[in-house]
């Protein structure tokens, strides 16, 4: 016999927001009308991002979850009935809202959608062989991020490889400060397994010699991509959203540099408010100042 299942959204909520964020997400700089298309997107992504993270929701109710989210994004199953028979699955407002929002601006879904393949694929896949596999993760969980930000201010698609680039980035940097938490709480592993990671030794209090050695190896490699997206703030012609991304470049570099150096197991990798605060103003005050010229 078939039960009703109840799935609530609200047993996966982590109650993190868009201020905890390492990097800017729709700061003040961002032209005021613009902050709530991109805001939808994130309430969309935080919530899908803790359904998939949620350490004691099984691995079927997850997909089940996200599956629902996916018919919110398409505008099905807004009048919370349930996709799949024998379950009662109620409709994600995040969902629905990021659906009017992108109708409303004529934005292409693919970037929502993709964005939720990447967590279909965090709930059945915990380790990556190598860096390709790791980059091909990132054009699904942050790839998107940047092509849907600048669809909504209407910029060029010329710039999508630029913003891959740094959006890639910033995923591999949050994977590796992360790298102990993701491990000991989702037993989720993004450091490639090609480096001759011990994947014991993420759950040790401080990083072994091998561990720091890969992990200074993977930041310099980020520094790559890093270099890739460069220039990516100066071909921007929104001035404001320039200045955001050129905040975002500074404080991923600047990251990338501490974790060349600092133990994220034992030492504090991410920045302190007035450290951030600071970057934040060196680089973006010559761009908004530039641009105003």
């Known amino acids: 016999m078939t039960g009703a299942i109840d799935i609530a959204l609200d047993d996966t909520v ?24 991109i805001m939808a997107f994130y ?67 693919v970037h929502a959608h993709d964005l939720l393949d990447a967590f279909v694929c965090d709930v059945g896949k915990t380790r990556y062989a190598d860096w390709d596999d790791l980059i091909g993760y990132c054009r699904l969980s ?22 891959d680039a740094l959006c890639a980035a910033l995923q591999i940097i949050n994977h590796l400060q992360d790298c102990a938490k993701d491990y000991r709480l989702l037993q989720r592993v993004y450091i490639p397994l090609d480096t001759g990671l011990n994947v014991a030794d993420l759950d040790q209090d401080r990083a072994t010699p091998a561990l720091r050695a ?10 790559g991509l890093l270099a890739q ?13 320039a200045a955001e991304v050129a905040v975002i470049q500074r404080l991923a ?12 197991l034992s030492e504090r990798v991410h920045h302190r408010k007035w450290q951030a605060a600071l970057l934040a103003l060196g680089a973006a005050v010559p761009v908004l100042m530039r641009r105003g010229a």
């Open 14 to 37: 982590s109650g993190k927001t868009h201020t905890g964020e390492n990097f800017p997400v729709a700061s003040l700089l961002i032209r005021p009308e613009l902050r709530a298309p």
């Open 43 to 109: 309430r969309f992504a935080r919530t899908a991002d803790d359904i998939a993270d949620g350490p004691h929701v099984a691995a079927e109710t997850k997909l089940a979850l996200l599956a629902q989210m996916r018919a919110g994004l398409d505008g099905s199953g807004q009048d919370g009935a349930g996709q799949n028979p024998g379950r009662n699955v109620r409709a994600a407002p995040e969902a629905i809202a990021l659906n009017a929002a992108m109708a409303a601006r004529r934005i292409d879904p």
């Open 142 to 163: 942050a790839m998107p991020v940047g092509r849907y930000v600048l669809d909504v201010h209407g910029e060029s698609r010329a710039l999508w490889p630029a913003s």
């Open 214 to 223: 890969i992990i200074a190896s993977l930041a310099r490699r980020t520094h």
């Open 229 to 241: 997206s460069a220039g990516f703030s100066a071909q921007i012609r929104d001035r404001r959203l």
């Open 253 to 264: 570099v600047s990251l990338c540099k501490r974790l060349e150096t600092r133990d994220p």
